[in-house]
């Protein structure tokens, strides 16, 4: 499965069904409207940024989010959920620019005594939402049903923990004692909700700063006011509502229309319409987004390096980040998790070279050959994406067809069988992504590619105590990665959100692509 595969398609295959147009429509974006030219951010936007109101407590906001029918609020899938169950539950992490990659929130202290043992310390004074305290106790609940869970993309991550090993040092530490060495364990801890020994995702209790109200999956959810929320003076909110709606442009038509209050991940196509409305405020920045192609190497010819080297020559990336993003990208090396703290951007992508692409798809006597692209409107400028490499390929000779499916069918039964589809992983590590998308066992290999030495130097890089020797040995997966890898990852987006006047306490969030929830605010 891709990215909506990671993100969603565990939803997808769980209900087959999405929120259609005329469902997203519903928020109150009627209508057809033309979508203006975004040009270069302009000042205005910093003005209205700097000119926005201070909040104060209380009142409630609306986020329009993406979501389907298939959500839940099971802390161990990847759905459109995540945007949700974040505001309900807390992870032992989060990421960040720091150089260990992450800063703590519900963990204290995270220790490698070794590759093979691992030490957390819980912080002090945390408690559910019932008012019970946090103890190790309940993070073994916590691993112990990520590992058990029947689909669990925690489980994947977590693949090297030994549940016989989980040693309780006292309530607040516990050690880990792992069946093979994994000296990245600490990168994966992002994606583990802290839940206690009795949750239930249908009333789901967390430590984070909202609690549970309702919640109808492809409708909406509310969640209220945590009063004993371990951030002092945090949330501000009463309330805070998330509404699924699918389609980007109804995001944007329901926050104009002042039927919605925040928009996260902007499609550039609608940037020009929020930054002309007065006092709305859009937020640009880097983030780790990876939007991406992915090469089925099991459908001829992509099956043959060859091919996909003359793929990746034949994408004029600069070109791209101005005709599909409107030049609000910088230009990728074909690697995802751009901020990982393992991230080699010395490591050059193989270069546009039409002359020498053509040459190697004639080798490979594929100069005939047929190529689909398959994309949806699944995540934003992702169509742009496709029809803009399909574009050049064209330009260049080659035989392409670009698809636009609905979401149901782009993830339906015919997915696997995808020569080349459009995909995204929003705010993963490196060796996340890797665990669940290029291993023999990963749940989530869209591209059907393995390299035995890839998997080899993984395996190592986990082994390895040293932090220098690793990102030797994780560099080497990179070169390995542009040189012969399975995905077209032309360039890197940059986050864009989007705000009405009514709200304050909007922050970059370069990783998980929403807002600090606690820190919203309502202006009157």
């Known amino acids: 499965m891709a990215r909506m595969d990671g993100e969603n398609a565990v939803a997808y295959e769980e209900s087959k069904t999405s929120l259609n147009r005329r469902e997203a429509l519903r928020l109150g974006a009627a209508g057809v409207f033309a979508l203006a030219m975004p040009g270069v951010v302009t000042s205005a936007r910093a003005a209205s940024q700097a000119g926005a109101a201070a909040g104060k407590a209380g009142g409630q906001l609306i986020i329009a989010a993406s979501g389907n029918s298939g959500d839940s609020l099971d802390p161990n899938t990847l759905t459109y959920s995540s ?3 974040n505001q309900i539950c807390e992870t032992l992490t989060q990421q960040s620019t720091d150089p260990r990659g992450y800063d703590f929130v519900v963990a204290e202290e995270v220790t490698m005594e070794n590759p093979s043992r691992w030490v957390i310390r819980l912080r002090k004074g945390i408690t ?24 669990s993309t925690n489980g994947t991550l977590l693949n090297a923990v030994d549940l016989a090993g989980l040693k309780k040092l006292d309530e607040r530490t516990l050690q880990f004692d792992l069946k093979r060495p994994d000296s990245m364990l600490d990168l994966v801890l992002w994606r583990l909700f802290i839940v206690p020994q009795d949750f239930d995702k249908t009333n789901p209790i967390g430590t984070g700063p909202f609690k549970f109200k309702s919640f109808t999956p492809g409708s909406r959810s509310e969640f209220v006011r945590n009063e004993n929320y371990w951030k002092e003076g945090k949330p ?26 925040v928009v996260t991940r902007l499609d550039t196509r609608l940037l020009a319409l929020v930054e002309r409305k007065p006092g709305f405020q859009v937020s640009e920045y880097t983030s780790s987004v990876t939007l991406q192609i992915n090469m089925n190497t099991a459908i001829k ?28 990208a910088s230009v990728a090396n074909d690697v995802f998790a751009p901020l990982d703290p393992y991230h ?39 169509v742009n994406l496709a029809n803009v490499i399909g574009q050049q390929w064209k330009a260049q000779g080659l035989n392409v067809t670009v698809r636009n499916l609905d979401e149901a069918t782009f993830y339906g039964p015919e997915y696997k069988t995808r020569q080349l589809s459009s995909s995204y992983w929003p705010g993963h590590t490196m060796s996340s992504l890797i665990l669940l998308s290029r291993l023999p066992e990963s749940p989530f290999n869209a591209t059907g590619w393995t390299d035995p030495d890839f998997t080899r130097i993984f395996e190592q890089a986990r082994a390895e105590a040293s932090r220098e020797k690793r990102q030797e040995l994780m560099s080497e997966l990179q070169r390995i990665e542009v040189e012969r ?6 360039v890197y987006p940059k986050a864009i959100d989007a705000s009405s006047p009514h709200v304050a306490g909007m922050t970059e969030q370069a990783f998980t692509l929403r807002p600090d929830y606690a820190s919203l605010q309502r202006v009157d």
């Open 236 to 261: 501000l909110l009463d309330s805070l509502v998330t509404l699924s709606i699918q389609d980007p442009s109804a995001q944007v038509n329901g926050l104009l229309a002042g039927q919605a209050d």
């Open 301 to 328: 010819p992509l099956g043959d390096v060859r091919v996909r080297q003359a793929l990746k020559m034949l994408m004029d990336r600069e070109a791209i980040a101005k005709q599909a993003f409107s030049g609000h």
């Open 485 to 490: 890898g399975p995905e077209l990852i032309p």
């Open 83 to 85: 945007t949700r169950i």
């Open 128 to 151: 559910f939402h019932d008012g019970r305290p946090v103890t190790v106790d309940d993070l073994i609940y916590t691993i112990t049903n990520a590992l058990k869970s029947p689909g």
């Open 344 to 382: 080699d951007s010395s490591i050059k992508p193989l270069p546009y070279d039409p002359d020498k692409a053509k040459a190697l798809l004639k080798e490979a006597d594929a100069l005939r050959a047929e190529f689909v692209i398959d994309t949806n409107n699944g995540f934003p400028n992702q």
